[in-house]
């Protein structure tokens, strides 16, 4: 089992053709196995493979069919919400196969975390057959009755019954089967537990099969009529809905109840923008009512300038862009009043790509470069967009290439939280594996764009951060002999440098030159003779590029150890220490670099990234130079100034920093760092701030630490630098030598090394069942195998 999970997980990095044939090898019971049991949620490729091979000979409801296994395996993974896929795109493919065992374990798992409501409804009404009819395997409907049976047995002889989730979700169910058997067994039970929308959706089936009027008048009015009494009076309406649904049968009465109630069987009405907001509202459908998707997106389109209708977002509407059985009609009327909707596409391909390219209307550059980002990962992860296509027709080539690395992890927060850029996906959790492979293809795709020749590369690398077409319209307008561009490049993509990406894939000879022209314009280093003549504009523009590269990308190693190194300058240095790509051993050689630079220090100091000890180290630093840097002075003593970025700021031997600290800092400061900090305020501020801030801690006299009683006593600080002696300060010690032994590239490379050995080699794949081995163990062997 280990094994196979072991394959199944490595399938991350296959390609699209090794795929199916190295899952047909395993056979059934091996692939649900491994596919239960993997450690990591499933890849696109596998759970893509298991559906459109179910699907081929799905819908037969054959319980011996020889898919089931493997879809009961994936069927838990769905509903564990571990797909790379939509989970809701999987759970309604696997309802379309009609699997009776799948079907089975939709009821059954309770263990699952998301919403099951609108799973148990598609069974039981929604999903249909060539008949018209709904399928109910039978061993789903005896399951429901069963289980309404132990509820209505167990809540039996309580005046006021609280079923437990699952039973209210059973329940619901059975309420909404298109089954009027069914219905009319779970009805009674619905009406005691006030499952008004339930009840009424069971009314409306007794009426459709004309079944209505045997019971209503025999007892089952009554009972609607005594809950709509003894309800709540917000809800009193309500019931009285309910009475005239059955008393006249009309659709509408249902139609109003299910819109205004908290079901999400229907969508909600055009005019309630806030439900629209709300995760799921059209992702958990099996038949998504489109009319009143196109309603809402016309009122959103149509909506007058500053409010929430005119708001030209919504999570309601990117979920339903991002439906896979959306009509086509529907996606161009869409379109048409929600742009947004393009960049949501399914599967988007080729045409998607271009229509996001052409069609901007009312998108700000930070909607278009996230709604570009999902877009393309979408394409490439399910196999839709090839990297070759990413290249000829997405632009802007800066945010194509901020794809082709992994994301930094000062930016992982802001790449995925749905905050300002609206763009983060809302249900898939996409392992750094599956994205690592189309990552690979992308950087391959970029570096057979732009070819071998050197000099080609450096002016690429100057003109791709504003450049505002595809990369491979950028080669061609280099080789046009295209000139340098006259504005700078937009702000976006945050922390990912286009160049930076570049210069990782170049050939051998194009790092030598950046840094030997950005040498020359950079100015002579300490003792070398100044150059004769001045650079050219070229020149000037490498060296603007290395030194964004150092403030927005990931710094390859040569980079950084240009920026320290005699021909850095101030600037390269403050935005390596501002990168949000940095790595902690990055930050912690340039707060050790000679000589010290408070600047620096105090970008180091405020890096998300740093450590307690490194802002010491940055403290101490700073301090034996000079002192702090006026600006984290700033930073420190505002109101909202993190603990985190308080508490090393201790060992400053500013007054004013640390006043503020101390009076902030509150008892998570230990007595022996107070006391010395204490001895440091007194003596640049004198005793009288450490006697209240004392005081103010403690609260009383009695309670204060015995040197401060003492200093206050003699009006003197000697007793607090008496206490403060014995303190010993850890100042951090210089780790250069640490750091280069402990370096590691930014960027892994085992997305290449399958590439290189197991692309088209389906039999490699199938040798970790037979030896056991794990992928790098296989990748270990192969290329030893090569070498002799």
Not at 493 to 516: H, M, Y
Not at 564 to 579: K, V
Not at 734 to 758: C, G, I, K, S, Y
Request: hydrophobic residues 45%.
């Amino acid at each position: 089992m280990v094994i196979v999970a072991g394959l199944i997980d490595a399938l991350h990095y296959a390609g699209w053709d090794d795929v199916p044939t190295v899952l047909g090898a395993l056979g059934d019971a091996e692939l649900a196995a491994g596919v239960a049991s993997a450690a990591l949620p499933i890849g696109v490729a596998v759970s893509d493979f298991v559906l459109a091979r179910a699907a081929d000979g799905g819908g037969t409801g054959a319980v011996e069919d020889k898919g089931s296994a493997a879809l009961l395996a994936l069927t838990r993974r769905a509903l564990a919400d571990e797909t790379v896929a939509d989970p809701d795109a999987v759970l309604r493919a696997l309802i379309r196969l009609a699997d009776p065992a799948v079907d089975e374990l939709l009821f059954r798992d309770d263990l699952a975390p998301r919403p099951r409501d609108w799973v148990l409804r598609a069974v039981l009404r929604d999903r249909r057959g060539a008949d018209g009819r709904p399928m109910i395997a039978p061993g789903v409907d005896r399951f429901v009755r069963r289980q309404v049976h132990r509820i209505e047995r167990r809540l039996a002889g309580y005046d006021h019954p609280h079923p437990a989730r699952i039973e209210r979700l059973l329940l619901d169910a059975a309420l909404f089967a298109d089954d009027p058997d069914l219905a009319a067994f779970a009805l009674p039970l619905g009406i005691r537990l006030r499952s008004l929308t339930g009840v009424a959706r069971a009314l409306q089936t007794l009426r459709d099969h004309r079944r209505l009027d045997d019971v209503w008048t025999g007892g089952l009015r009554a009972m609607v009529a005594e809950a709509a009494s003894d309800d709540s009076q917000y809800r009193y309406s309500q019931w009285q809905a309910v009475l005239l649904l059955g008393d006249e049968g009309t659709s509408a009465n249902l139609r109003y109840l299910l819109q205004r109630s908290q079901s999400n069987a229907l969508p909600p009405p055009a005019d309630d923008a806030d439900r629209w907001t709300a995760p799921n509202v059209a992702s958990q459908h099996y038949d998504l009512d489109w009319d009143s998707v196109l309603s809402f997106a016309k009122v959103l389109g149509d909506g007058d300038e500053g409010t929430q209708a005119a708001q030209m977002t919504s999570r309601g509407l990117d979920e339903a862009s991002a439906r896979e059985d959306i009509p086509e009609s529907a996606r161009v009327l869409l379109e048409e009043h929600y742009p947004r909707a393009v960049y949501w596409t399914a599967r988007p391909g080729v045409a998607a790509v271009i229509c996001a390219a052409v069609d901007t209307r009312e998108l700000n550059p930070p909607a278009r470069h996230f709604g570009l980002r999902e877009l393309l990962r979408r394409g490439l992860l399910h196999g839709s967009l090839s990297a070759r296509d990413v290249m000829e027709y997405a632009a802007p080539a800066s945010a194509v290439l901020a794809l082709a690395t992994p994301v930094p992890p000062g930016l992982t927060e802001y790449y995925t939280a749905k905050g300002d850029n609206s763009f983060a996906p809302h249900n898939s959790r996409i392992p750094s594996e599956a994205e690592e492979r189309y990552q690979a293809d992308l950087r391959a795709a970029a570096a057979e764009a732009i070819g071998p020749d050197p000099a080609r590369w450096l002016k690429v690398l100057t003109r791709v951060g504003a450049w505002e077409d595809s990369l491979t319209e950028l080669v061609r307008a280099v080789d046009d002999g295209v000139g340098l561009p006259a504005r700078r490049a937009d702000r976006w993509p945050r922390g990912v440098d286009p160049a930076a990406v570049l210069l990782e894939i170049a050939p051998e000879g194009v790092v030598d030159r950046l840094l030997a022209a950005a040498a020359v314009a950079g100015g002579p280093a300490d003792g070398a003779e100044r150059p004769a003549a001045s650079p050219d504009r070229e020149t000037r523009a490498l060296l603007g590029v290395l030194t964004r590269i150092l403030d927005r990308g990931p710094v390859p190693r040569r980079l950084l150890d240009h920026a320290l190194g005699p021909h850095g300058t101030p600037a390269m240095r403050l935005a390596a220490a501002r990168n949000p790509a940095a790595t902690g051993g990055t930050l912690w050689r340039l707060a050790d670099r000679e000589p010290a630079e408070p600047q620096v220090l105090a970008a180091v100091y405020l890096h998300p990234l740093a450590s307690r000890e490194l802002r010491v180290a940055a403290v101490v630093r700073s301090e034996a130079a000079g002192g702090l840097y006026p600006g984290l002075i700033r930073r420190l003593v505002t109101r909202d100034a993190e603990p985190g970025l308080l508490l090393p700021a201790l060992e400053s031997r500013s007054p004013e920093v640390l006043h503020t600290v101390l009076r902030r800092g509150g008892r998570v400061i230990e007595t022996d760092r107070r006391i010395a900090a204490y001895a440091r305020l007194a003596e640049a501020a004198g005793p009288e701030p450490v006697w209240a801030l004392e005081l103010e801690r403690a609260g009383s006299l009695e309670r204060m630490h015995d040197a401060v009683r003492a200093s206050m006593a003699a009006h003197d600080d000697a007793p607090l630098q008496a206490a403060a002696a014995g303190v010993e300060t850890r100042h951090p010690e210089r780790v250069t030598r640490a750091w280069d032994a402990a370096f590691h590239p930014t960027r892994p490379d085992t997305a290449e090394r399958v590439r290189a050995l197991l692309d088209g080699h389906p039999g490699r794949w199938l040798r970790m069942l037979e030896t056991g081995a794990s992928l790098y163990g296989l990748l270990d062997e192969l290329e030893a195998g090569a070498a002799l």
